[in-house]
Structure formats: C-alpha cells, structure tokens
C-alpha cells in the first residue's frame, strides 16, 4: 500500500471518530440538558416513566397541587422582569413585590427544567415572611431564550444580573438566595462570584456538588456507565459548544471562595442528587453554615415530609441576617 494511501486512510479513520465522539456528546447534551420534549426530564424527583411507590406518588400529587394551587397567585400578584445578559440571552423573572414597603428580597431558584411560575407555593411562603419575590426562568425554560439549559452554572451569572437589578432599584435592599435542586447549584455556585453586600445570606435545598459529579450520578443509575472517559469527552464538547465544562461547573469550589453564610436542606433518602453530596458541601463553605437534615425524604420533597420544620428554619436562620 501506497504511503498516501495510507495516511488518507488514517486521515478518514480520525475523522470518522472525531465525527462519531461529537454525535454522541452531542446526544448527550441534547438529553440531559436540551429543553426539548424528548430531552431527559423528572417528575417530582423520579425520572420519567421510572414506577414510582404509591407513598412517593401521593407527595408527588403534593408538589403538583400546590404548584397549581399557588401559580395563579403568584402570576396575578407579579409583573414580568425581562433583563438581556452580557452574551445576549433575553432573560425572563416574575417579581412579587410586597404590599407592605420592604428592603427585603428573596431570589428564589428553580429546579432542573421547571419554571418560575413552578416556584409559586415557595414565593407565597416568603411573601407571607414580608419579603418581595423574584423567581427567574432558567436557561431555556419558560419565558427565557435559549435550547439548552446551564445547569446552573450560566444561570449563575444570569443570578448575579437579577441581584443588580435589584439594587439598582433599591440600594437599601437586603437578599437572601433561595434555590432547590439545580437552582440550589445555581445559588452555591453564584456565591463564589463577586456579590454585592446587599446579598446576605443563602439557602439552598438539594443542590449537587458539581454539574460534573450529577451527570456521573445519573450515567451510573440510567446507563450503568462509569464516568471516564465518556464525560471527559461529552465535557469539552459542551465547553467548546455550550462554553462551560463539568468540572469547573462546582458549587463546592464556589463555597470555598465565599464567606456568605448558608442554610443547607436535603432529604436522606434523595438518590436522585445523593444525600452523600451534603457533607461535601457544608465542609467547602467558608462561611457560617447549617444543616437540615429530613428524615426519609425524598428529592425536592424535604418541605413535603416536614413543611413546618423546613420553613420555620429557613425564616429563623435567614433572620439572623436580614431584621
């Protein structure tokens, strides 16, 4: 065989795998972090068509009822934030401002592929501790652009956008940083940017440690795939197409860098967001820290297993640091 033969041949080989490990990582993204119908999705905790225990299904009926229950009240009692972030993505929040005159605020983040119009019943609870509401839709969910999501950590600096509209409008204002599940991730990993001194203390309820460990989680549990070398691949795809990779995309090394102090939340039967992710985050936070821990709760549903025990902790610990 001819030596151009050959590196035609080696030339078409490379270029058939290049083309082979792109169209997987690219299915990849287009599962696990498209906003499309057929992309990966969860219902209360559960992944699609997963059989779910009657016991789980009831505090599933839960969650749904009050997101129906408390969505026309927060949509009737918002106007509608429309902000345009430093890489062009119109970016969509509801903002529920107090009756009552208040510096108050709560910026309250929602979880993986749900909207802001979702986070109702949580809006109502802070509403009702005399804060204004601002719930933003995430990275092509509701009324924000985009295909994909950011699994929060483009969201992060979307959250950042939201905290100066904020003072911008009220240099007096005080604000906590609510979220669950991915916008759990999206709080912890806004925390380790820059934040202005009006940000004064967090919340987060089930958030993974890095966008690089969940996806391990969920390879394992849905593919019985290990993470390497597949993420390391499907990772620099996303960070050459979606500008980030999974590792740098880390709530713990975030919490490293920041001194803001946080309440954590997780149920210790949550193995979508594993409750082993809890310790590795309280220890990363540099700052003044709190656990709670509910008992046999599952994912996201910590404020269905103990609603009075979740809320009364929140309003206690964030009104050490917002009178």
């Known amino acids: 065989m001819k030596k151009s033969t050959k590196i035609i041949i080696t030339v078409s080989a490379i270029a058939a795998v290049t083309a082979a490990l792109a169209a997987v990582s690219k299915y990849f993204c287009d599962f696990a972090m498209g906003s499309g119908k057929n992309s990966f999705r969860i219902n209360g905790g559960f992944r699609d068509g997963e059989a779910i225990p009657p016991e789980q299904k009831a505090n599933i009926d839960i969650i749904h009822g009050r997101q129906e229950k408390y969505r026309d009240w927060f949509v009737n009692h918002s106007e509608n934030i429309y902000l345009l972030t430093n890489d062009g993505v119109k970016v969509h929040a509801l903002l529920a401002e107090h009756e009552e005159h208040t510096h108050r605020y709560a910026i309250i983040c929602h979880g993986y592929k749900d909207n802001c119009e979702k986070m109702g019943y949580q809006a109502y609870n802070f509403y009702n501790m005399g804060y204004n509401v601002l719930a933003p839709d995430g990275r092509g969910t509701g009324k924000t652009a985009g295909k994909y999501l950011g699994m929060g950590w483009l969201e ?5 956008g939201y905290v100066n509209f904020i003072t911008s409008r009220d240099t007096c204002a005080e604000i906590v940083l ?49 993470a390497v070398p597949l993420l390391n691949i499907v990772s620099a795809y996303s960070k050459l197409v979606h500008g980030f990779g999974f590792k740098e995309a880390s709530a713990v090394n975030a919490l490293k860098r920041s001194r803001l102090p946080i309440l954590m939340i997780h149920g210790t039967e949550d193995n979508f967001v594993p409750f082993s992710m809890l310790d590795r985050l309280y220890n990363a ?4 820290k709190e656990k709670l821990v509910i008992e046999g709760a599952k994912h996201i549903q910590s404020d269905v297993a103990e609603p009075e025990i979740y809320w009364d902790t929140i309003e206690r610990f964030i009104s050490k640091y917002i009178k």
């Not at 992060?156 to 950042?160: I, N, T, Y």
């Not at 806004?190 to 934040?195: M, N, R, Y």
């Not at 936070?285 to 003044?288: D, P, R, S, V, Y």
Request: hydrophobic share 45%; with cysteine.
């Open 156 to 160: 992060r600096r979307d959250l950042m």
């Open 285 to 288: 936070a540099a700052g003044e």
């Open 178 to 226: 609510y979220g669950v599940s991915m916008g759990a991730a999206e709080v912890m990993m806004a925390a380790g940017e820059k934040l202005p001194d009006n940000v004064k203390v967090l919340v987060e309820d089930c958030g993974y440690t890095s966008v690089w460990d969940e996806f391990a989680v969920q390879l394992k549990n849905l593919f019985g795939l290990p």
